[in-house]
T-cell receptor, first 110, second 112 residues
């Protein structure tokens, strides 16, 4: 089993829709989590950090459920510009290594 | 505060040549990571370095690839005797102690 698993999608949604991605992790020692966004042929960009009970930033909400070992990302009122691949990342342990999911592809359609 | 810088942005090499990729971390960051991304695939971790030390090279191919992060100057990823299968985007990231990694724009290597 991969340490961080994501549904690869693709998710195709209309503009204005609400879409949610889930990510599960297997290492209970993971201390913190991040969501990154990667556009085609570009570098990944940090979208949100997710600590303890989660956080919200505008249309984006990230939640962490330690008991069930999953992280979610909710995007409300989706825009065309939200089309990208969303990467779930776990961090923890003494080796300071980030563990990357393979990403979930989102396409927002007009 | 300038972001992570990588150069060159595009690099073309013939089979058998050497490729040198450079990465300057963000100011104040002493942790550097290298990743490779093949077309239509996810990021693959290669190596994690701190100044003058390789911390984790579990993702590095055993041959032809090496990385360094000297006390002065950028981190270098070196690929000797390149083959067509080395064609990929190579991303460098740096991080502060809290763990978030910030990425450079990448170097796209094409091996002819």
């Amino acid at each position: 089993r991969k340490e961080v698993e994501q549904d690869p999608g693709p998710f195709n949604v209309p503009e204005g829709a609400t879409v949610a991605f889930n990510c599960t992790y297997s290492n209970s020692a993971s201390q913190s989590f991040f969501w990154y966004r990667q556009d085609c042929r570009k570098e990944p960009k940090l979208l949100m950090s997710v600590y303890s009970s989660g956080n919200e930033d505008g249309r984006f909400t990230a939640q962490l459920n330690r008991a069930s070992q999953y992280i979610s990302l909710l995007i409300r009122d989706s825009k065309l510009s939200d089309s990208a691949t969303y990467l779930c990342v776990g961090f923890g342990g003494n080796n300071r290594k980030l563990i990357w999911g393979l990403g979930t592809s989102l396409a927002v359609n007009p | 505060n300038a972001g992570v810088m990588q150069n060159p942005r595009h690099l073309v090499r013939r089979r058998g040549q050497e490729a040198r990729l450079r990465c300057s971390p963000m100011k104040g960051h002493s942790h550097v990571y290298w990743y490779r991304q093949l077309p239509e695939e996810g990021l693959k971790f290669m190596v994690y370095l701190q100044k003058e030390n390789i911390i984790d090279e579990s993702g590095m191919p055993k041959e032809r690839f090496s990385a360094e992060f000297p006390k002065e100057g950028p981190s270098i990823l070196r690929i000797q005797q390149v083959v067509r299968g080395d064609s990929a985007a190579y991303f460098c990231a740096s991080s502060p102690p809290s763990g978030e990694q910030f990425f450079g724009p990448g170097t796209r290597l094409t091996v002819l």
